[in-house]
């Protein structure tokens, strides 16, 4: 049975933003409540007023990476040393039985200082490199079926603190500020202790001031 607090959760749930915003009590509780009426009324079926509504969100309770925000500080001071590298190419390819045969044929001639990276999901498959090995890429997937490809993109690798796995929140953290600044994301590439994201070379600069500033914050 739908309640005054499920339907303000589900809300603020949908919008990340609203929720962190409100654990930092950096969100006057009052005009929240007018905002939601409407919405949390439709969802109940009758009029609710803005005083329950305010009780809910008093009583709210954040999810665990926004309880930790504290330990997330000290991770995000860890942040180990960050990369750029240019002039890349970005390839999708549709699996096939062929493909991984096809790939190390790729692997054997390219360059080993040259940028690469690659990731295997259910139905396609991506290559990240340099600009100079296209001619390799493309003659060596030249059976597979190319399904997109993009130039003009830019890596920016962070080295993570070790157990970076065990802190919840910290790929959020990541992807909040670059929602924040605007910067879309064309590829994430991540390890163990590495997390890579591609971006159009425009917006290389502003990328790498968002993940510069993560341990300001």
């Known amino acids: 049975m739908k ?7 589900d809300i ?11 654990f930092r009590q950096i969100i006057n509780f009052s005009a929240l409540s007018e905002e939601l009426q409407e919405p949390v009324s439709k969802m109940l079926g009758k009029p ?30 860890q942040l180990g040393d960050i990369t750029v590298r240019s002039n890349l190419i970005d390839y999708t390819f549709q699996n096939s039985d062929s493909l991984i045969e096809s790939h190390a044929k790729v692997i054997e001639n390219l360059d080993p200082k040259s940028f690469y990276g690659f990731s295997r999901g259910i139905y396609e ?21 190319l399904i997109d490809s993009q130039d003009e993109l830019s890596a920016i690798s962070i080295r993570l603190p070790k157990n970076n796995q065990r802190i919840s929140g910290l790929y959020y953290q990541i992807f909040k500020r670059f929602a924040w600044e605007g910067i879309s994301l064309y590829e994430v590439i991540s390890t163990t202790n590495e997390f890579t994201v591609l971006v159009e070379s425009h917006l290389v600069d502003q990328a790498f001031s968002a993940i510069k500033n993560l341990n300001t914050q």
Not at 3 to 9: G, R
Not at 12 to 22: G, N
Not at 125 to 145: A, H, M, T, Y
């Open 3 to 9: 309640t005054i607090a499920s339907c303000v959760e």
């Open 12 to 22: 603020l749930i949908k919008q990340p933003f609203l929720e962190e915003a409100l």
């Open 48 to 77: 609710v007023k803005t005083g329950a509504i305010m009780m809910a969100l008093r009583r709210y309770a954040p999810p665990v990476h926004l309880r930790q925000s504290h330990q997330l500080k000290a991770i995000l001071k």
């Open 125 to 145: 498959s991506n290559i990240v490199v340099s600009s100079s090995e296209k001619r390799i890429v493309l003659e060596g997937f030249k059976s597979e079926k």
